[in-house]
């Protein structure tokens, strides 16, 4: 089932199921273009993982880590399906990353590997936006990751069976693939990943976890479209402009 938080036309906010023909809640079926598609939930944090594709790291110049390089986005940071994300002024470098985002279903903490899944209320598209200038020159990144809008998720929240272990990733620029790869190209699995963050911070029921991008990250424009395809969920679609 895909189920999707969304603002109907009287301004209620509404969660319902998204089918081939339109979003259902109620017994009603609404357009998705009349209403307002919500981010799939609403996060105390949302914590990424760097690095977790080794294509990506060699790309980056870096070494593939021995443990998961964890950073935190706040809730600031959402933005939905069908969003306009203003670029941070006076930039030289913005890049895009696509991402398969973990939501939490239940709160957790010191999760082992083998019970992590059961913790997994599904999986979403969320595009790791950065600012490269900012982040490239500071410590902790909050410059260069925590910025407004900063992480599109969307469009639904897929359970983990509708989700294949080697699901493809792809994002598009104006309709042309700049990053496509593979869940399965994974460093660290999923488990590995909800154990290792929970050995040190307790995760809430709609917290996310942003499982880290693939090799072919890029720069934005103001005016580009964005689109973040992963099998078994769907299409996150988003634009961004510039001041």
Same mark, same amino acid.
């Given at each position: ?50 690095? /977790? ?15 998961? #390089?964890?950073? #935190? ?66 410590? /902790? ?7 407004? /809008? ?20 792809? #994002?598009?620029? /104006? ?69």
């Amino acid at each position: 089932m895909h189920r999707v938080r969304f603002r109907d036309p009287a301004g209620s906010v509404r969660t319902g199921r998204w089918t081939d023909d339109g979003l259902a809640f109620g017994g009603e079926t609404f357009d998705p273009d009349d209403v307002d598609v919500l981010p799939p939930c609403e996060p105390t944090k949302i914590v990424c993982v760097g690095l /977790n594709y080794a294509k990506h790291a060699a790309e980056s110049g870096m070494d593939i880590p021995d443990r998961p #390089l964890l950073f #935190l986005k706040p809730p600031n940071a959402l933005a939905a399906h069908g969003d306009t994300v203003t670029l941070p002024a006076g930039k030289e470098r913005v890049d895009y990353e696509a991402e398969l985002a973990v939501v939490i279903g239940e709160q957790c903490r010191n999760v082992s590997e083998d019970e992590a899944m059961d913790y997994v209320a599904g999986f979403t598209c969320l595009n790791d936006i950065s600012n490269r200038d900012d982040q490239d020159v500071e410590q /902790n990144w909050i410059r260069g990751k925590a910025f407004d /809008n900063s992480a599109p998720l969307g469009p639904v929240l897929a359970t983990p069976d509708e989700v294949p272990d080697d699901a493809s990733i792809e #994002l598009r620029v /104006n309709g042309e693939t700049k990053q496509d790869s593979s869940r399965a190209d994974f460093i660290f699995s999923i488990p590995e990943l909800v154990a290792e963050i929970t050995e040190y911070m307790t995760l809430e029921p709609g917290d996310v976890i942003s499982t880290g991008t693939p090799e072919g990250v890029g720069p934005l424009s103001g005016g580009d479209r964005v689109e973040i395809d992963i099998e078994g969920i769907g299409v996150l679609e988003h634009t961004v402009r510039e001041d």
